[in-house]
């Protein structure tokens, strides 16, 4: 990675505030993780703000999206999982018996790395969570597929052919058209696994605008390798190294004073 | 690229990539000459064929010969003396002729060899005419006189012909009229019939005795009886109408034979044909054959009987084999636990397909037929017994006893189509608060299905050619009604069908003319082969355009 350094004006749209002074969405106290045997995440404790963009950064397999997919137990598919210790979303644990599952991910929408729409129309696309929440209302349907579209800033690309397959959009646009996916049925949290990986910088920059847009609504959640997009979309950044959370703090702190030598070795591009 | 030269020959890979194009050409080489054996043996039967007069050397004297060629080949004098031919051939090899003399109730037999150098002279007249009969076979023969309304007119040739052509065809419409009647009609009244028997029956049975449902079956009874009298004598009128016209003929021997145009289905000179008639005459025997109901003993007329038997049951099997094998796929590959038991599982699924077909057969005859069969007789039909409904071979248990067969290959497809499903995608689904089951029902299974259409591609061009189960289960060689009709409940799987696979094995090899029959078993072949390909081309159609719809694999 080319970073050196973080120019301090891509943090000017950003509150300086401290974490004690957010409403806290979700919360992660002493959590572990291992596949099997092996263990991935060591007692991490996190707070993550509401309405807020975190981002998580860390070298490849350190264990930033086995955290994020836990917290809306997107890993309750792969066998042979331990976890232990706690996460909460809005103070309660998620991996109760009595969470529902389909419930907790209707609150907590996930977006990943590679644009994965469904092999039907654009509009069927978005309105397809809108459906499993059994809205059969069809001007109701069509209102938050147009909604969301236009939150995802693709309304203005896509408004006049919606009858589309969504295989016919280009790999940015899938993108949005996922995140259009994930925002139409008003979710609390969006999670996004470096969504912004597998585009070209305008498409990047489009995703980052709407990341921008998204969390003034949303408590948006994102994974990036790219040092500038943390900088430029998060109000606060999580350092992540070998399953243990490093650091964490407001993204303008993190990258200009990191408090530890890990953090600040991995920012400035001495590893990683 | 320099370094290339150094690479061997062997290296290269260039003879592998010559073996396998060669074991590809071999194999498309059988394939085809398969195809175009049948296709030229089976298609050539319908080619209206020359007449032969043939002046015949034959014990000290000459004798007249009238008939096709049927085949020619060359043997060996030698071969012929042993086979006491009392000739002193001065050639070492000579051609020999199977010649079909047809006449079947005139000679006794209908073919008789003849060898080149005896043949002292051929011709081809024009005035030889072909009777395609319903029994008996061929008839050959010059035309002698025209019996119409007792009145017998002898005339020239040409009007004779004209007046006889004119004949065939009313005695065709005739044929067509009493056809309609015995068929549908009177079929109708039958099984209506049968239906009050079996209502009283079940009324004894019951030990119910309602005077008022009585005299009801009895009223419709004596309906019935009425309608019946009715069309018997609309029937008497039309047979003894068709028996009106007689046809008079001499044969080779010169004896004159008389022959009731009721027995005659078609009438041609094909040595005075043209091209075009001749084609015309092809394509109308081409289109008589998949149209026809079959006659003596199969050997002759169509076998329209037997495709749409074939297809009832190949589509029955559909309907069946797909949910068993996409349940038992979906289940094996998404729900269970994956491990030593369905391991195990799926390595028996593997084995089903390598079990020999007939123990189907016999599974089917043993359980189907005689333990589910027998027990839903008992239970919902005992007023027909002892003659079993359900509990003998029929269209139901042909179309089970084959979907068992094939189930292991729709698992398979379906277990492999599923298993290709991107990972991401289901993900996608579930993240948006879908259930397993839903996503599996709103998104993998519409992306699996063109591989479940991929396996019962596979079960469709099994199950179609397969015979050896289905004559243990249901095929027979002459069906009196198709499985599908007017009569309510219109689709009777407890009948019993035909099917060309079997027909094949009936014709060439169970009837008493194997002789006449044989280029039958190639055209009934050739018709096996298109039903299957016509019946693969539409599932592959259907499967194009689900692929179209969920092309994302690719991508
Ligand atoms: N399904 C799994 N089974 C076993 N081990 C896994 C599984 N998924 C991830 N791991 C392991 O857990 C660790 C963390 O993986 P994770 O995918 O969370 O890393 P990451 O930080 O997202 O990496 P990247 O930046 O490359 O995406 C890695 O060592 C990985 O090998
Ligand atoms: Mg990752």
Known sequence: MATTSISSDLFENQASRSIDQEDICITCEDFSLSYGTKQALFDINLKIPTNRATAFIGPSGCGKSTLLRCMNRMNDLIDGINISGQMKLHGKDINTRDVNVTELRQQVGMVFQKPNPFPKSIFENVAYGLRLQGITNKTEIEDRVEWSLVNSALWGEVGDRLQDNAFSLSGGQQQRLVIARAIAVRPQVLLLDEPASALDPISTLKIEELIAELKSQYTVVIVTHNMQQAARVSDYTAFLYLGKLIEFGPTNVLFTAPGERQTEDYITGRYG | ?555
């Open chain 2, 1 to 555: 690229m320099t370094d290339n030269k150094k690479i061997g020959f062997f290296q290269s890979g260039t003879p592998w990539v010559w073996l396998n194009a060669g074991a590809v050409s071999i194999s498309m080489i059988m394939v085809i000459g398969l195809l175009v054996l049948i296709a030229v043996r089976g298609l050539g039967h319908f080619w209206p064929k020359a007449i032969w007069q043939i002046e015949y050397e034959e014990g000290g004297g000459i004798t007249t010969l009238i008939g096709e060629r049927a085949k020619t080949e060359t043997v060996s004098a030698r071969q012929l003396r042993e086979a006491g031919v009392k000739y002193n051939f001065k050639e070492e090899f000579v051609e020999r002729t199977l010649l079909k003399i047809g006449n079947r109730d005139v000679y006794g037999f209908d073919f008789r060899l003849t060898v080149a150098p005896l043949e002292k002279s051929v011709s081809l007249p024009e005035e030889l005419i072909v009777l395609e009969r319903t029994e008996w076979g061929n008839f050959y023969g010059e035309l002698v006189a025209v019996k119409e309304d007792g009145v017998i007119t002898q005339a020239g040739v040409e009007e004779l012909w004209a007046k006889l052509s004119s004949r065939v065809e009313r005695v065709a419409e005739l044929r067509e009229r009493i056809g309609d009647i015995e068929k549908s009609e009177i079929g109708a009244i039958n099984f209506k019939m049968e239906k009050l028997r079996l209502r009283t029956r079940a009324m004894e049975l019951a030990g119910r005795d309602d005077a008022e449902e009585q005299a009801e079956i009895a009223g419709t009874k004596a309906q019935l009886d009425a309608d019946y009298d009715a069309l018997k004598t609309r029937l008497d009128v039309l047979y003894a109408d068709i028996r009106r016209d007689a046809v008079t003929l001499r044969v080779m021997t010169g004896e004159e034979v008389s022959i009731n145009l009721s027995k005659v289905v078609k009438a041609t000179r094909p040595n005075a044909m043209s091209i075009p008639t001749k084609i015309q005459h092809y394509f109308g025997n081409l289109i008589d054959f998949v149209s026809d109901d079959p006659r003596e003993a199969n050997t002759e007329g169509g076998i329209f009987p037997a495709i749409f038997g074939t297809v009832m049951m190949v589509l029955l099997m559909s309907v069946i084999v797909t949910p068993f094998g996409v349940i038992a796929a979906i289940y094996l590959r998404e729900y269970a636990k994956q491990g030593f038991v369905t391991r195990l599982v799926r390595i028996s699924v593997n084995n089903l397909a390598g079990v020999p077909s007939i123990v189907y057969g016999v599974f089917g005859l043993g359980f189907f037929v005689y333990v589910l069969g027998g027990n839903i007789d008992q239970l919902f039909y005992p007023e027909a017994l002892p003659s079993p409904t359900f509990g003998s071979g029929g269209l139901m248990w042909a179309s089970l006893t084959l979907a068992l067969l094939t189930v292991p290959v729709v698992i398979v497809a379906t277990e492999e189509g599923l298993a290709r499903i991107p990972r991401a995608v289901r993900e996608g689904s579930l993240a948006l608060g879908a259930t397993k089951a839903e996503t599996l029902w709103r998104i993998v299974i519409p992306m699996a299905s063109p591989a479940m259409m991929t396996g019962l591609i596979l079960a469709v061009a099994r199950a179609a050619g397969e015979v050896a189960p289905l004559m243990l289960v249901g095929a027979v060689k002459l069906a009196p009604s198709l499985p599908l009709d007017m009569n309510a409940p219109f689709l009777h799987l407890e009948r019993k069908f035909m099917h060309l696979g079997f027909h094949i094995y009936d014709v060439g090899f169970q009837s008493p003319n194997v002789e006449a029959a044989r280029p039958l078993v190639y055209a009934t072949a050739l018709i096996l082969v298109a039903v299957i390909i016509l019946l693969n081309l539409s599932a592959i159609y259907i499967r194009n355009h689900l692929r179209e719809k969920y092309r994302t694999l690719e991508q």
